[in-house]
């Protein structure tokens, strides 16, 4: 298997920017591959000649099988202000997603309750009168069709999608409740032809914990399905 690296796209003495490859774990991934944040660790040592064990705080997560932008946090300062942004989904992340569905309008809102199952490491939608009970929360996003495909044999679409807030697997648990299961997605759409899960977080922004400014990243997707939607340029 090849082994794939992160994309540097920004860093400075606060924090640091890169792209995570699909396959690879955010944290503690564990067997013979080296997790994202360990890698991290390791070029910053050999970048900086850092003796010992250099600081890189996790701000967020992304699953295994998804790709997109990062941030990391090289103080424990920036991590408090960083993960405070996350917490009050004040750092905004944006999604392309390729669905074995068409939702019912081009664009819209996706609300629910969610339930995660922290032994089999899935979620589920649960009813609203269920809201109050024990681990359930509200899931919202917004989403819109950019472009329609037939591949192999079947339609699928790409989507844009804009989290509202941040739960366990929570784009893909929204769309197949809805119908529109995510294109190569194993576990919440078995019956999918695509080898590779379509998720890819292509946008991000935050505000810099020391400067203030609005940071803003994007990256394309490029491996997977994703090139045959001409829609991204």
């Not at 750092?91 to 997603?97: G, L, N, P, T």
């Not at 366990?168 to 997605?185: E, K, M, N, T, W």
């Not at 490029?222 to 991204?232: D, K, V």
Request: aromatic fraction near 10%; proline fraction near 4%.
């Amino acid at each position: 298997m090849q082994h794939k690296e992160p994309i540097i796209l920004y860093e400075d003495t606060s924090l640091l920017v890169c792209v995570k490859p699909a396959g690879i774990a955010s944290q503690g991934g564990g067997g013979f591959q080296m997790d994202l944040t360990d890698m991290l660790k390791l070029s910053l040592k050999e970048r900086e000649g850092i003796k010992g064990e250099p600081y890189l705080g996790i701000v967020h997560r992304l699953d295994q099988p998804v790709g997109g932008i990062m941030v990391y946090a090289k103080e424990a300062e920036s991590a408090a202000a960083l993960c405070a942004q996350v917490t009050s989904d004040k750092m905004k992340k944006r999604y392309y997603a390729v669905l074995e569905g068409k939702p019912t309008s081009v664009e819209g809102k996706l609300i629910n309750y969610i339930l995660r199952n922290g032994r089999t490491n899935t979620s589920h939608v649960v009813e609203e009168s269920q809201k109050k009970e024990k681990g359930v929360k509200q899931a919202e996003l917004a989403y819109h069709i950019i472009e329609e495909k037939s591949y192999k044999g079947q339609n699928i679409w790409l989507a844009e999608i804009e989290l509202k807030t941040g739960r366990h697997h929570q784009i893909r648990v929204q769309f197949s409740y809805a119908g529109c299961p995510l294109y190569g997605d194993r576990k919440y759409n078995p019956d999918t032809k695509g080898k590779e899960l379509a998720l890819f977080s292509h946008y991000l922004e935050f505000i810099h914990p020391k400067t203030k400014k609005v940071m803003q990243f994007q990256q394309k997707p490029t491996e997977g399905i994703f090139p045959l939607f001409f829609a991204i340029d």
